[in-house]
């Protein structure tokens, strides 16, 4: 099932305006990553972490594995339209896990 | 563009039908992992191969199966279709057997009537 609580689960914002998403589980996760979809189109590959702490960013895009390892944030700065579309975070769980568990998602709209 | 090939993009069928989902993996890429998408839905694993063999499994229904090719595509097979299967099915593709990094092609949207 679900292991994965991301939130919000959609957003409505200016463009213009700076935009912050999360992904937090009762598990430890060794991996976390977050996914782009558009419509009509697969997930994009924007920013993958590996160690508790780390903090990466992609242009205009931050992403930070928590300390805890059972947390991860997205940020995007001064977004613009393009930003629209489904933002997933997926991580793989400590242990044995071969496979990825994603988030349900977090839909964002910019509006001019 | 990813890389990874999925054909066709669209397949609409009637219940209790088999259709073959085929994905071609990005050059030089040894895992395929397929992935089913419904509708207000997150994506939910369904099956890797790694170089032809099956290396993890979830929430896959007896009804599909799939295989990889000694030429590293795969095809998922979906048999006695229901309703409820209508989704996106997407593939990846990654490297390694432990692929974080995983690379989707812009799937198949599946209607079954």
């Known amino acids: 099932g679900q292991q994965l609580n991301q939130s919000p689960q959609s957003m409505f914002i200016q463009e213009g305006e700076d935009v912050s998403m999360n992904c937090t589980s009762s598990?430890?996760?060794?991996?976390w990553l977050w996914y782009k979809q558009e419509p009509g189109e697969g997930p994009v590959l924007l920013i993958a972490l590996y160690k508790a702490g780390e903090l990466t960013s992609n242009g205009r895009l931050t992403a930070q594995f928590g300390i805890t390892r059972k947390d991860s944030f997205l940020n995007i700065s001064a977004s613009i339209p393009s930003d629209v579309g489904i933002y997933f975070c997926a991580g793989r769980l400590s242990g044995s896990a071969r496979q990825l568990t994603f988030g349900s998602g977090t839909q964002l709209t910019v509006l001019p | 563009d990813s890389g990874v090939t999925q054909t066709p993009k669209h397949l609409i069928t009637a219940t209790g039908q088999r259709v073959t989902l085929r994905c071609s993996p990005r050059s030089g890429d040894l895992s395929v992992y397929w992935y089913q998408q419904s509708l207000d839905q997150g994506l939910q694993f369904l099956i890797q191969?790694?170089?032809?063999?099956?290396?993890a499994k979830g929430n896959i229904l007896e009804r599909f199966s799939a295989q990889q090719f000694p030429d590293l595509h795969s095809e998922l097979n979906l048999s006695s279709l229901e309703l409820g299967d209508s989704a996106l099915y997407f593939c990846?593709?990654?490297?390694?057997?432990?692929?974080?990094?995983?690379?989707f092609g812009p799937g198949t949207r599946l209607t079954v009537l």
């Open positions: 191969y790694y170089n032809g063999e099956e290396r």
């Open positions: 990846a593709s990654s490297p390694w057997e432990a692929g974080d990094e995983q690379f």
């Open positions: 598990s430890i996760f060794n991996t």
